[in-house]
């Protein structure tokens, strides 16, 4: 007799939560990638330091898109909302590891603007896995 596997529903409540946790790691991995880059191209003078504030915003806002797209996918209801959600834990995670690094814990308005861009971030990256689907 084969033992037969059951596959999670992706849209079970510990599903959804165990997928936004692995997409807010996949998307924190993916911005110490993304700075890593970013340094190297300003070590090699090819940007330079005024740009730090742009790039490091742009790559807060693709992490968060990219999670939100991980999250949307395979969802059949409200994969915008979960996507959202899934940008805004990014951000939330990201905040965790990179003040757990600085040791410095400050909470202030830059934080909710930045929760607010991960989840609107997060929405968007979720709209393209409904648009995919089309």
Known sequence: MAATRRRKNP?????????IIKAALFGC?????????????????????????????FIKALCAGA????????????AWLFAGAGGAAYVLLAFIAFAVLE???????GLLADLLMG????????????LKKT
């Not at 849209?11 to 997928?19: H, I, Q, T």
């Not at 999670?67 to 409200?78: I, P, S, Y």
């Not at 040791?103 to 308005?109: E, G, I, P, Q, S």
């Not at 989840?119 to 409904?130: D, K, P, R, V």
């Open 11 to 19: 849209a079970s409540k510990n599903g959804l939560v165990l997928r």
């Open 29 to 57: 991995v993916l911005t110490v990638l993304a700075i890593l880059l970013f340094a190297l191209l300003l070590k090699w003078d090819v940007l330079l330091e005024s740009s730090i504030p742009v790039v490091t915003s």
């Open 67 to 78: 999670t939100g797209f991980m999250v949307g996918r395979g969802l059949q209801q409200k």
């Open 103 to 109: 040791k410095v814990f400050a909470v202030n308005l």
């Open 119 to 130: 989840f609107i971030a997060g929405i968007a990256g979720g709209l393209l896995t409904q």
